[in-house]
């Protein structure tokens, strides 16, 4: 007969401070949501930035996979068709896209053709132009060999990069490449081709930069609104994150530069999603207070003891779900492997070990797992209570 | 005097593509012009290597966030044998449900938002200019139809439809991966889902707004759909008559004369406008007439069965022997190797995957990449070649070498008889539609065979997963994709290599110095061949032909580190 461990688990769990993040405050956050597109009302406070109707997008493709672009198109509230077409007159105009746009590079005998479905034309056009536009980068930087990992259009990418992001009214990272390198940012990656994210990168030991100063862009850029780039990471990035900060960037709900320390964190992610423990709203969250892991894949219960790096991860993925509210990895079986965390993938491999067997977690970013403090507990002090919660008490009752 | 053209950064597709040509006064390709230039490296497969195997399963999946899944299945397969792990019945056919809705709203994906918008191109469809201007008619159900998102003209009705529909059937990989792009629930053994009776709901739904989609708007239009089974129907008789082309004109006629032409679906507005129509001498863009490559066609045969065969079984075609289109040749791995003389990786360093050992070139800060030499190194990509020659891979190949219901092979044996090539830019994309529509019966039946009381996985025995190795191959949209891992001592990964379906297409020269398929179907185009003249400025039949491959760059660039002390695979026929 196995005990219910819901309420010890608790307890002690909080006593771990596991538990002790407080929910953000939602209205503090000043963050337009989805649903909130309809209401063009300005948040107290925030100065008119962007015009409201079709702000132009223009979304650089670096050394990535294309994977955000795909989940791009999985976008929900609005769809990308009507984040397009606009709602009640509020409208982005993807003014250059390499995946879906429907300009193409074109030289003849060495000159830019000067047509507007020439792409090389359209994206000097509007980054040398007056027009605000909203610079999202997929992809991370690859910047050793003077740039020729990656070249497009005659030149390295990261010529391309540095006009765009010089002109942009606001820059956004997206993916977990952009962000702070991804996959093409760890070790045997990062040390060939220098791959980093925009304003956060890789020390040269392969360690995360917590001091921001691995990034191409540097830890002082600005966008032309004051900001630095705002991090949407994942891998991919879902739809349901990228989309209200576009939003919020076209409806002003954004705050000003000198506030952006209460709508982002440390990493500069937005607080609205990439504020809580996935952990904490977890559907297999009861399984977890039960005591019931899943020993093996396919199995019911807590995805813990199969490596689900949710306990340290932050993302909204349990409240937002993916694919229209469907599902998201651990709802379908798939324990979480922290893509939406700086580090990722090096501090969370194996993908399959449970974090409390994972040096790399414990001794990795004492900052980085906690704006709260909270989880770093659970991960270092915690280790032992944890795994005896986890594993050696449930064993004892049986 | 000829004129060069470049076309970089080739969008709509997959990644960073350079393509570069010369075109004649008569708008007739330069023969030997063509170049396929890979222009981005990320060192990818080395990140696998040193690591647990099951990583690369999650790895390799980013590789590519249009051929994710693939990439998932393939590692999955190889990391099979490495563990000599059989999945059980129940988790092979979640992963068939994943992948094959996954095709469709791939498939879909590449004809309506990447290949269909250049049919909106102004050298078209310019009211005054455009080549169609004299059809008005034509001219405007292109642009509605199929303009692009940010098109001026744009987006068109259909691109509209596609983009949601295509949105509603990747909730299906969706639901069973936990995410997409990025599987999280593949394991050797099987899967880590087990589906609810909500997504068996879920999935049969979706599967109806798809067959809502390819029956109102791809064979036919809101008030006058065509039933999916009537396609099948039709494409057997047409596979059994000796004038299959004709055949379908007439069909198409027949809908036309009763319901005009914007009462066609956007598959025999295709059909009939980007060639048929020749048949009667009617406009038609000519697409038959260019994109020709003339080595071989290869499949590695496709689906998770449990019984022995494959739904769509493996192959090579050769079209120097056009007996093949109809008895196709067995495929042999150990004819498999990669070449890197044109590539920027360090010479001598090619081969079998099992044994070839790469290095990225590091020191090209002086390299002029813009001038172009068939004895240097231009690209980042390698050379495949199946027995000493270059293959084309992706629907087309799949769909000669095994289509159920024998249309493709039917239109590829007619256009030889007609003095035709059959591999052009118009039957890659007929072959691209039709291996939609051969997954759209199969994915339901697949959902019909959900037993939730199955068993879902088998744990491999790890220890196995020490000093082995393992190969997987699978035939993802794009073509054929195989996977090679082996293990060290400590059962870490010590050499990953993939040979991906774009490496095959997008080949630069080998050591042969002969040109890779981009570059053949490139060099094809012109009147000299029966096309319409291109024109530098605005190379439509360039981005037609580059497109109708389904290019996927970040797939096919990318390396693995010396090793190979183990090869039992160069024997391996599957």
Redesign the interface.
Known sequence: MSRDFSDLSEKELKDLNLLDINRRDFLKASFATASALGVSTLIDNVEPALAQSSTKLVWLSGAECAGCSISLLNAEEPSIVEAVTGVDGVSVDVAYHEVIGYQTGVKVDGESVDEDYNALKQFEDIVHGDEDYILVVEGAVQDKMDGNFLRIGGKPFIEHLDAAADNASLTVAVGACACWGGIPGAPNGHDVTGAKGLQFGVEENGELNKKKLGGYLGADYESGLGYPVVNVPGCPVSPEWIMPVVVAALLNRIPTPDAIGGWVDEYHRPLDMFGEIEHQSCTRRGEYGRGNFAETYSDDGCLWKLGCKAPVTYANCPEQQWHGHNTYCMESGGPCIGCTQPGFPEAFRPFNEPIEGLPSILGFDVGDFAKAGAVITAAGIGAHAIKRIAFGEKEEEE | MS??????????????L?VRAEIDEDGNVVDGSPYSVG??????E??I????P??AI??SS?????C?LAHATTSTRALEELYDVEPPKQ?RLMRNIANGAQAIEDHA?IIY??WL?DL???LYTDPDDGILAPFSGLRKELVNRF??????N??GESY?KA??T??EV??VP????????????F?P??????PKEADVS?FASVWQRAVDFVEKVALGRPNNPIPYTAWFDLAEEWAGSSTPLADILEWINGIEDQNGISGLGDVPLLLKYGALNALQGGPNLRMHRYGITNDLLLSYGCWEEWNDEPYLSPGVVDLQDPATITEPDPVDTSQIREDVKNSFYEDGTGGHPSSESTK?L????D?D??TYQADKKYTWSKAPRYNGRPAEVGPLARMVIDDPTGLVPAIALRLHELGLSPVNTFTREVARFQNLMVLVPKVLEWVTMIDQSGN??N?PDWEAGKNSEGLGMWEPPRGALLHYASTDSDGNIDKYQAVVPTTWNMSPRGADGKMGPYEQAVNSIGPKNGSLPET????VQI?HTIRSFDPCI?CACHTIGPNGEKNKFETRRC
């Open positions: 004129k060069e053209v470049v076309v970089d950064p080739l969008t709509r597709i997959e990644g960073h350079k222009t981005l490296f990320r060192n990818f080395n990140i290597k040193g690591h647990e099951t990583d999650h790895i980013r590789f590519c966030g249009v994710y988790g994906e938002a990447l918008p909106a191109n102004p303009a692009a998102i940010n098109d001026p744009g987006p509209l983009v949601q295509r949105k990747a909730k969706g639901i069973i991966n936990g995410m997409s792009p990025h599987p999280r629930t394991q053994g099987g899967i880590s889902y087990v879920k990225p590091t020191d090209l800060t390299e990449f813009e879902f996985y744990e530098a400025e605005n190379p981005f970040a």
